[in-house]
């Protein structure tokens, strides 16, 4: 599975979660790495500086659990784009929220 995170490859320095209509915290995983690039290209020509990071299926439902926020899976073959409702709210998560987390 692939996230975006502030820095490559490092979970800890802040996952990017949109904000669903309910103000529920959703991050989003993506089976296909190409499609986390795609979405990620979207965010960086609104000015979002993130980085694709591969993370393995079963450190989902902890790292989710522990943040207490939703999350979602993107399969292959889903199209999905950043919404500029969304946009408006969303933001990578504080990292220091994050950094106590260990895998």
Known sequence: MY??????????????????????????????????????????ALGQELCVTETKDDNIDKLCDIL??????????????????TLQNDEPLDSDFISEISF
């Open 68 to 85: 207490g926020h939703a999350y979602t899976v993107v399969e292959p073959g889903d199209v999905v784009y950043p919404r500029i409702e």
């Open 3 to 44: 996230l975006l995170t502030r820095v490559e490859n490092d979970i800890e320095s802040g996952t990017y979660a949109t904000m669903d209509s309910d103000g529920t915290r959703v991050i989003q995983f993506f089976v296909d790495k190409d499609d986390a690039i795609t979405y990620n290209t979207f965010l960086e």
